[in-house]
Structures are given as C-alpha cells and as structure tokens.
C-alpha cells in the first residue's frame, strides 16, 4: 500500500470523503488521490516522494509557481507581526489599490477569503443596488457554492453530475435563471420575459470551470450592452481569469467593464482570499456606508494580503504576461499537434496560461458541447500522465495551467508525456 493510499484511508475517518474539496478525491478518474508533500516551483511531491510537473496550480492561484522566493520571505516578515488583528491594516490598503489599479470596473473593493464569499456578495449588493431578485447565470459555468448559484454549475457538480445540489431549498433557486454560455440570444430572451425583474447576470469571462471556453465573439460585449440598456448589474466572475488572462483580467483582454468583479485565487497568492469591487455607486450601498451587511472576521488579513501583494507586484513586472503567452502558446501548439499524429480527436482550447484539452472532436463553446467529451478516454489520459510524473486536473471539466515557473525542460518532458497519454485515450 503506498503512502498515499494510507493516509487516503485514514482521512476518510475523519473528513467526509477524505478531502476538504471533493473535485481532489479523484472521483471523476478513479483510484487514490495523491497526498501532497511538498511544492516548489512548477513542481510537487506527493507523500511517496513521487515528482510531479504541476499544471494544477492549486485550482489557479499559483501563477507564480509554488513557494516563491519573494512571497516566502515577505509572509517570514508578515508572521513575526503577529497573523491577525481585526482591524484595518495599511497591507489591506496595498492589495485594494493595486485591484484599484488593475481592474478597469473597480473603484472600491472589499476583501472577503474565499471565491464564493466573494460572488454571494456581490449578488446581495446587486439585488439590494437595483432592488429586484432574479439573478441570471450560465449553464456550466461555476461560481462557488453558494445555495442561490448551485444550478446547473460546473466544476466538482458537473464532474459529480450534480447539476443541482441536494440541500438547496426550490425558493432559493426559484430566482436563478439559467442560459446556455455563449448564447446571447437566449439571454435577451431571458431578459424581454422578465423585463425589470433582473438583478443582474453573472458570467465566467472565460468559462474555467466546464473545461476552459472562451467568450464568442461578441458574447461579453453583447451582456454589457443588453445590462446598459435594462439598468441590469453586469458581474465578471473572474476568481479564475483575474490576473490569469492578463493583468487586467479578461475585462482588460476583451475591453469590457463589467459593474462588479469578484476576484479570488492568484490574489490571494495562496492563501485564503477573496474580493469583489465595482463603480462608486454600487459598492456604496455596503455597510458601513450602506445597508447592505457583508463581513467577515479574518477578511484583509495580513498574511493573506502580504502574499498577495508580492505576487501581484511580481506579475506586474514587465513581460510576465508575453511571457505566460508565449509559453502556454507553444506547448498547446504542440500538444496538438500530438494529438492529431496519433489520431486523438480532440478540441483544444487556451486563453492566456489556462487552457484545457477536451476529448470531443469538438467545436466546443458550451456546456452541451463539453459534455459531449469521452470522459473514459480523459480518464486513460490523466492516469497516463500521472504515471509520467505530469498533474493535470483529475477532471475533463477543469482548467489547465500554466506558471512562470514552468521551464523549457518541464514543457519538453510534458510534450513527451502527451504522446503516450493521447495514444491511452485513443
Ligand atoms: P472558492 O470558494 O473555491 O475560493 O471559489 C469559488 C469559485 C468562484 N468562481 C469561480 C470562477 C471558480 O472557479 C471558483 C472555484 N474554482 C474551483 C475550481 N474550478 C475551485 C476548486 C475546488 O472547488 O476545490
């Protein structure tokens, strides 16, 4: 029995299911999740002293790669100040004017310490900014899980084939509307049979969480002009994108402000975080100015902010974005390459460092279309890699990623890796 398989059996005494987040217990590709020693640049080391290429990046926010020099020494410095103290420190100040900075709809932001905290209030002040109750979202698209968002999600749902989850009362779905990403004609449908009763309509800028999906041309710019015209509250979920696709987020790749952002991941440079902002006008309406009531005690911390800000003020360094482009661009070029020398059919798609190889020979630009993958032959497909020594996500519905950390060696060893593990999925 490996370490990972001891350790795999004794946690399920005590966590429900052994994990702490259910997409890591490898339900979607079987067998013993790896137990993680250890991380250090692009790679990690399971408790059986097994090496890794990551291109998890810990579900995103490892962009830098794992355990950065600069991002270690600066939490050395934060911890010896004590971890938290319950109020406002000039850190929380530092994180929320580079957000201020970067992210073209965000005036004002306020920390929270997880994605879906982030998104549950920002739809609270969007129900409370327009005063109406019906919120519209995407099929497949994930935005943590919050009760009101668990319909239709993607992620750990729709590798569970959960689309709605148990424990979610029909009244707090009953206000969730649902349209096929990419399908702007549906929601202009959606808005004419609700007309004045739509709070606002949340998007994934780019779909991370069916696999990686791109907006069709037109799609984000199209929501912003159908949420100008019907006084509806535009909000780019971009926990994934934000400092991902660029360091304005896919607002900045697509040059479309959306009314509130929520951020999250890379932000937090690893540790627990979670933000949204937007215009003046909207994020007004939070206490302490506003009525609108949103807290929490360990938000701002200054561990989290100090790792946040390193790793924002490293990805602000000149050509860390041409950089990620160049290399994500080669090695998916490559990739597919390989696939179709072996015959593999199946869709690529990329934006930016996040990207995913679909087992479908595609197009793919929704969730029905995602579906349409072979999930038995991604299966095939991880568990060859993984016994190359490549950690790709344990699931065809999640994004692949790619660091500053990754080296030209790590991407020659991952093309070679393709080659048998596209051969196993054929
Ligand atoms: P968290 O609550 O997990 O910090 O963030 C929720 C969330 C919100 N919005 C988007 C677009 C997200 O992708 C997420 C979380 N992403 C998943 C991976 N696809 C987290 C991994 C997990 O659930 O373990």
Known sequence: MTRSEEHFREAQQYIPGGVNSPVRAFRAVGGTPRFIQRAQGSKIWDVDGNEYIDYVASWGPMILGHAHPRVVAALHQAVEQGTTYGAPTTLEVELASLIVGAMPSV??????????????????????FTKRDTIVKFEGCYHGHADGLLVKAGSGATTFGIPDSPGVPDNYTRNTLVAPFNDLGAVRKLAREHSGQIACIIVE?????????????????????????????LIFDEVISGFRVGWSGAQGLYDVTPDITCLGKIIG?????????????????????????????LSGNPLAMTAGIETLKLLREQGTYDRLEERSSYLCTSAEKIARSVGSPTFFTRVGSMFCAFFTSGPV?????????????????????????????PSQFEAGFLSLAHTDEDLERTLAA???AFRAAS
Request: glycine share 12%; with cysteine; charged share 20%.
């Open 365 to 393: 630009v929704d969730y029905a279309s995602a579906k349409q993958s072979d999930t038995e032959a991604f299966r095939r497909y991880f568990w060859t890699l993984l016994e190359e020594g490549i950690y790709v996500a």
């Open 107 to 128: 005036e004002l932001v306020r920390m929270v310490n997880s994605g879906t905290e982030a998104v549950l209030s920002a739809l609270r002040v969007a129900r409370a």
């Open 269 to 297: 440079g690893g540790l627990p975080v979670g933000a949204f902002g937007g215009n003046q006008e909207i994020m007004q309406e939070l206490a302490p100015l506003g009525a609108v009531y949103q807290a929490g005690t």
């Open 418 to 420: 393709l080659h048998k």
């Open 205 to 233: 800028p780019v779909a991370g969480n069916m696999g990686v999906i791109p907006p069709a041309d037109g799609f984000l710019g199209g929501l912003r002009k159908l949420c100008t015209e019907e006084a509806i509250v």
